[in-house]
């Protein structure tokens, strides 16, 4: 499989790749990450998939936990602040 263009783009320019590094170190640490992190390992561990593989736990609009395959959930990008939860 090939490199994504974003993948392309942080190894042409190392400086960049270092600057989202710090930002996302910086957004791990904060207490919404952390709280969000939580939460979704919870259900995985409930589920008995933590630690296995296997598809998402994805959160609804709702607030329900649902399976969903990895490349549907992390496809979802949400442009210009739109929601991009499951209805």
């Known amino acids: 499989m090939g490199q994504s263009k974003t993948s392309k783009y942080y190894a042409a ?3 960049a790749a270092e600057k989202r590094r710090e930002y996302q170190r910086e957004l791990n640490k904060s207490e919404s990450e952390k709280k969000y992190r939580a939460e979704h390992t919870k259900e995985r561990r409930k589920r008995d998939i933590d630690g ?19 490349s549907t959930n992390r496809g979802r990008n949400g442009s210009n602040g739109k929601s991009t939860k499951k209805n």
């Open 13 to 15: 320019n190392p400086t």
């Open 52 to 70: 296995k593989g296997g598809p998402d736990v994805s959160m609804k609009k709702n607030g329900k936990f649902v399976l969903e395959s990895a």
